[in-house]
C-alpha cells in the first residue's frame, strides 16, 4: 500500500554515472523506506516498485527509488 512503510534499505544503484549529486552521496548508506508505488508504463523503471524516504528527505532529498538500486536488510 503506498505510503506504508517498507523496511530499511542499503542504496546500492547499479550506474553511478546517471545519478544527480545529492544521490552519489547517498551510495552505501542504510535508510528506511516507505512503499511509494510501481512505475507506470514508460517510466524507466516500468513494472517496479518505487520507495521514498520514511519519514525524511534527509538522504534522497526526496528522490523516489527504484526497487533495483535497493537491498533490502533484516530488521
Request: net charge negative.
Given at each position: ?9 542499503r ?15 547517498a ?6 523506506v ?11 523503471f ?15 532529498d ?14
Amino acid at each position: 500500500m503506498p505510503g506504508a512503510y517498507a523496511g530499511r534499505v542499503r542504496f546500492r544503484p547499479a550506474d553511478l554515472e546517471t545519478l544527480p549529486p545529492v544521490l552519489r552521496l547517498a551510495v552505501g548508506r542504510v535508510v528506511k523506506v516507505a512503499f511509494a508505488g510501481i512505475a507506470l508504463p514508460g517510466d524507466p523503471f516500468t513494472g517496479q516498485g518505487l520507495y521514498l524516504e520514511w519519514c525524511s528527505d534527509d538522504v534522497f532529498d526526496g528522490f523516489l527509488i527504484p526497487e533495483q538500486d535497493l537491498e533490502f536488510l533484516g530488521a
